[in-house]
């Protein structure tokens, strides 16, 4: 069953975080949620409590990655799902020849 949480927060804190989020593609009950749940995984606070910064729970690449892919246009479009698929069995087998 799922349960309403109410936050009262600073009207500026509010905007801007929301666009932090929004720029990665997410909202913020969707970053309360996924905050409680590393809380609960990690039994402690899922960020560095010394210097008060949010540690990233996906990792800095990855959301660079995420942010790149978000506002990268399509460089390649396909006919069907055919070709999506061979293409991404080529790709799969370049990086397994690169490692």
């Keep these: ?9 600073d009207s500026e804190l ?5 666009k932090i989020l929004a720029d ?6 969707q970053f309360v949620k996924m905050a409680l749940t590393q809380l609960v995984r990690q039994g402690q606070l899922p960020f560095n409590r010394k210097s008060y910064e949010a540690t990233v729970i996906l990792g800095d690449e990855t959301v660079q990655s995420l942010i790149e892919a978000q506002n990268r246009k399509a460089e390649t479009t396909f006919e069907d799902f055919d070709a999506v698929n061979e293409a991404l ?3 799969d087998k370049k990086l397994k020849d690169s490692l």
Excluded at 1 to 9: A, E, G, L
Excluded at 24 to 29: A, D, P
């Design 14 to 18: 509010k905007d801007k975080s929301s």
């Design 24 to 29: 990665i593609g997410m909202s913020t009950s």
């Design 1 to 9: 069953m799922m349960k309403t949480i109410s936050v009262r927060v």
């Design 89 to 91: 069995n080529k790709a």
